[in-house]
Structures are given as structure tokens and as C-alpha cells.
């Protein structure tokens, strides 16, 4: 009787190396289809609350006139707060802004990269927060700029999303806001 056939060692080891490599390079491909899917929903939701602010805006869902404000910094992520309608100056009060606290997004290691103001032609960047601010009863866009509330004289604004810190252009996006009609658009 001749002994039954088998695998050599040698023939399991080059089947497991195999196993192995097709398994490593799984692994990476899976962990960039994270990264590219929490960008994804990161630029997504960030256009739903710039939608959400101007509806809000002109629907009033507290029954009063209230504005409601995005707050865009640059190395963070957006939040939205409400402030009170000045009835008697027909503008937003920005000094008794409250946070809206339901609206606070956690993006984890995606953040907002940079905000450029008119990409078209001067291209200036903001340095520190940019603020949307969607008054009454149109949901009319203002914009600001910084801690002390600077207007911003442009109608489109670049918004820039990365996942980390990276210059790879799979792991960025931009988020164009046209201020004029209320149009947001992923790049």
C-alpha cells in the first residue's frame, strides 16, 4: 500500500503566505473606504445643516422669529446656533447667540481644512471662523468672518473637508456655498 497523498509543509506555507498578502492588502483597501465614507457623510452632513439653517430660518419651528447660525471654523467642525430676530432693526442679535446643542457635530479626525471666500477670483482664505447667519422670514444669508463678527462682502464661499491632515485628493472635499441663491454643492 503506498501512503495517502498530502500537502507538503512547503506547499501549506506558500498557500498561507498567499492567505496572508491577499488579507494585508484587504485590510488597506477597507480602511481607506472608511476614511473615504466618514468624509462622505462629514461633507453631506455639513450641507444639510447649511439647508437646515435657512429653512429653520423661514419656518420659525419655536413660533418666533429666530436666526439661526453656522459656525465654520477652520481645523474643527460646524455648529449650529440659534439667535434672537431685533424686530425693531429688522437684523439678527449676534450678541445673545445660544447654542443650538442638537446640531454640535463630532466628525472625529475629519475637520475643516480651509475656507477660501470668492475661490474664483481673489482667493482669500479665512483664518479662524466663518459664521452663516440665516435671518427671518426669507432665510437671507449673511455672512462673517472671526471672533468679532467682520462681514463678509462675497456671495460664494469654498469650504474644504479632509480627513486628517493630507494633500491626498481622495481624502478632501469642498463644499461650494453660493450665498445669493441658497445653493451648496459638493466638489
Do not use: H
Request: proline share 5%; glycine share 4%.
Amino acid at each position: 500500500m503506498s501512503p495517502p497523498k498530502a500537502f507538503t509543509l512547503v506547499e501549506l506555507i506558500v498557500v498561507m503566505t498567499v492567505i496572508a498578502l491577499l488579507s494585508a492588502v484587504a485590510m488597506i483597501d477597507y480602511g481607506t473606504s472608511v476614511k473615504k465614507a466618514r468624509l462622505q457623510v462629514a461633507t453631506e452632513e455639513l450641507i444639510l445643516l447649511l439647508e437646515d439653517g435657512g429653512v429653520r430660518a423661514r419656518t420659525n419651528p419655536n413660533g418666533e422669529a429666530q436666526c439661526w447660525v453656522l459656525e465654520v471654523p477652520v481645523g474643527s467642525s460646524p455648529v449650529l446656533w440659534t439667535a434672537l430676530w431685533d424686530n425693531t432693526n429688522n437684523e439678527c442679535d449676534l450678541s445673545t447667540t445660544t447654542m443650538e446643542a442638537t446640531e454640535f457635530l463630532d466628525w472625529a479626525k475629519v475637520i475643516i481644512s480651509e475656507v477660501t471666500v470668492d475661490p474664483d477670483d481673489s482667493q482669500t482664505p479665512i483664518s479662524s471662523i466663518l459664521w452663516f447667519v440665516f435671518g427671518p422670514p426669507d432665510g437671507d444669508i449673511e455672512l462673517y468672518q472671526g471672533t468679532s463678527w467682520e462681514v463678509v462682502d462675497e456671495s460664494v464661499v469654498d469650504i474644504d473637508i479632509s480627513y486628517g491632515v493630507t494633500d491626498e485628493e481622495i481624502f478632501n472635499k469642498t463644499v461650494r456655498a453660493t450665498t445669493i441663491t441658497s445653493s451648496f454643492e459638493i466638489y
